[in-house]
């Protein structure tokens, strides 16, 4: 079984518990290329008395022709409007704060008219490990504010982060979830990097990587890897071992080669690919 939930996740859970009660604006980041795969049932429960904005982060790695489907489902499903982001290719992210303050107007308003004073928003960031939340409140704040890094689990505390003269956000550590039912689901999580890779057998999420590439994909692996597509996936893994060198005295070294493979498809070497593609 595919799982993570170390006791700084749990450590983390706890916080933002006791955090969600200050802030006016819950700001999910789901990953693009799993926008159903990276939705935590614990951050769902945590957050269900929030307003709720949806940011799909990394959306320029992830494949534009299921755009218009992840819209629909989000509103049908979740009666939520969700914004394609990038933090690195600078996509969208000039609307943020725009939603934002459209989302909170009403509550602003009514503060004032009740004679409140006017005081800063305050949202809370929050997703999977690895989703890019430190590198949007850096992006927003157009500073380096908070360390980021292409690994998960990189934020290790709280912090408060003023990016408008009206507004805080709080960037929070990853989180999963206790138990990963859907391995499916934790399969596309390993695959687009909010599980560590060191604690887990690599293997099974680069086969099913490899199912789902010539069931969703096909051309792909034969257009990056010159591998015959309609051999079995072993075949194919001991093909590309051949080609970058990972098989000598007879031996195959099997984790370098998932580990290329794995950093294809992240770096985007393989194309734009989704992992998330049914949407009722
Ligand atoms: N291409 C692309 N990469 C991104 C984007 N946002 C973040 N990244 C990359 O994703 C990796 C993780 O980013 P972080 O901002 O550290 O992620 P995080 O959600 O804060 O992760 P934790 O602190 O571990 O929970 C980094 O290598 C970033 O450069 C994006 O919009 N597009
Ligand atoms: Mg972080």
């Known amino acids: 079984m595919i799982n993570w939930y170390p006791g700084h996740m749990a450590k983390t859970k706890k916080q933002l518990q006791e ?5 006016d604006l819950v700001i999910e980041l789901l990953d693009a290329r799993i926008p159903i795969s990276s939705q935590n049932p614990l951050i769902d429960e945590l957050t269900k008395n929030k307003p709720r904005l949806v940011l799909l982060t990394k959306s320029s790695m992830a494949d534009p022709r299921y755009n218009s489907q992840i819209e629909k489902h989000f509103l049908n499903k979740q ?57 949007l409140i850096n992006k927003l704040s157009q500073k380096k504010v908070t360390n980021v890094g292409d690994k998960p689990g990189v934020t290790k505390s709280l912090q408060w982060i003023r990016i408008a ?29 909010a599980i ?34 309609k051999t079995t996936n072993l075949e194919i893994i001991e093909e590309i071992a051949k080609k970058r060198g990972f098989f000598t005295n007879k031996d195959f070294d099997y984790e370098k080669t998932y580990i290329a493979i794995l950093n294809d498809f992240r770096n985007l070497r393989i194309g734009r690919i989704s992992l998330d593609i049914n949407y009722e």
């Open 196 to 229: 560590k890779d060191e604690i887990i057998r690599l293997e099974e999420s680069i086969f099913y990587f490899i199912d789902f590439m010539k069931a969703n994909y096909a051309g792909l692996l034969n257009k990056k890897y010159e591998v015959d597509e």
């Open 165 to 193: 003269k009206d507004f805080d956000l709080l960037d929070t550590p990853g989180i999963l979830w206790p138990k990963l039912d859907d391995q499916e689901a934790a399969k596309k999580l390993v695959l687009t990097g």
């Open 19 to 23: 955090n969600i009660k200050l802030v």
């Open 79 to 135: 009666s939520t409007k969700v914004l394609f982001i990038d933090s690195i290719q600078s996509i969208n992210i000039n609307k943020i704060y725009s939603f934002a303050q459209e989302i909170l107007k009403e509550k602003f308003e009514k503060e004032k008219l009740k004679g409140m004073k006017t005081r800063n928003a305050r949202a809370m960031i929050v997703g999977i490990p690895n989703v890019g939340k430190s590198t």
